[in-house]
C-alpha cells in the first residue's frame, strides 16, 4: 500500500515538473515571438520618414478608435508604431477594407485617391479651423488606410496628403490646438452623435496625455519646416 502511494506521489511530482517545464518553454516562445516581432517594428520605424510619421499622426483618433495601439505598446514595451506608420497589423486588413468600404465607399486604389484628392481640394475653402481639422483627420486616415490595406502604395498615399500636411502646419500651433478644432469640427459635422463624439474625445485625451502618443512623441513642425518635412521621404531608408 504504502509502495502504491509513493508511486502516486512519484507520477504527481513528475506530472506537475513536465507541466512547469511545457509551461516555461510556452512562456519562452511567447517571449521570443515578441521580440522578433518588436524587432520587425522598430525596423520599419526606422525606416520611416518624419512625414509619415506626422501624416499618420493626424490620423491618430481614428487610428486609436479603430486599431488601438497604445496598450499593446505598452505591454509589449515598444513603440506605438502603428499610429506612427503606414501599416498596420495583418489580422486588421480585412476589417478595415469594410471599415472604408462603409465610410468612404472606397474599396479600391483608383477610387481613394478621388476622395481623398477631392478631400484635400476642399480644405483651404473649409469654413472655420475646426472644420478644416476634422477634414484634414478624416484624409489622412483615409489615405494611409488605403495604402495599409494594399488599395494604394505608402508613397502616393502620401503625395495625396502633402497639401493637407501643409495646410495643417499653417493653421495649427500644435497637437492640443488641432485635437481641440478636431473635436469641435467633429460635434458640428453631419450625421455627428454623442455616443461617436464622446468616444473620438476620450481616444484625443489619451493621445494627448499618453508617453507613447504620437502626439507625444512627434513634435508639431514649425510654420516654416514643411520643405524639411517633405525632404524627409527622400532621405528614409526602405523598410
Not at 501624416?55 to 513603440?79: G, I, M, N
Not at 460635434?187 to 507625444?216: F, H, M, Q, T, Y
Request: glycine fraction near 6%; proline fraction near 3%.
Amino acid at each position: 500500500m504504502f509502495k502504491f502511494f509513493k508511486e502516486l506521489v512519484d507520477s504527481v511530482k513528475e506530472g506537475m515538473a513536465e507541466g512547469k517545464a511545457e509551461l516555461a518553454q510556452e512562456a519562452a516562445d511567447r517571449e521570443a515571438a515578441q521580440q522578433e516581432n518588436n524587432a520587425a517594428l522598430a525596423a520599419r520605424l526606422a525606416a520611416s520618414s518624419r512625414f509619415e510619421n506626422f501624416a499618420v499622426a493626424l490620423a491618430a483618433v481614428y487610428r486609436q478608435t479603430f486599431a488601438p495601439d497604445l496598450k499593446e505598446a505598452h505591454e509589449a514595451q515598444r513603440s506605438a508604431v502603428h499610429l506612427l506608420c503606414i501599416g498596420i497589423p495583418p489580422d486588421e486588413v480585412e476589417a478595415w477594407k469594410k471599415l472604408l468600404a462603409r465610410d468612404f465607399s472606397v474599396t479600391n486604389g483608383e477610387e481613394a485617391e478621388t476622395v481623398v484628392t477631392g478631400i484635400v481640394d476642399d480644405l483651404a475653402s473649409q469654413a472655420s479651423n475646426d472644420d478644416l481639422a476634422l477634414w484634414v483627420g478624416r484624409a489622412a486616415h483615409l489615405a494611409t488606410g488605403a495604402a495599409a490595406v494594399g488599395h494604394a502604395t505608402a508613397e502616393e498615399a502620401l503625395d495625396w496628403l502633402e497639401p493637407a500636411a501643409e495646410l495643417a502646419i499653417e493653421r495649427f500651433n500644435g497637437w492640443d490646438h488641432y485635437a481641440q478644432s478636431f473635436l469641435a469640427g467633429e460635434r458640428n459635422a453631419p450625421g455627428s452623435n454623442i455616443v461617436g463624439r464622446k468616444l473620438l474625445a476620450s481616444v484625443a485625451e489619451k493621445l494627448l496625455a499618453d508617453e507613447l502618443s504620437p502626439w507625444k512623441t512627434v513634435a508639431w513642425p514649425a510654420r516654416d519646416s514643411f520643405a524639411d518635412l517633405v525632404a524627409s521621404r527622400g532621405a528614409a531608408r526602405p523598410a
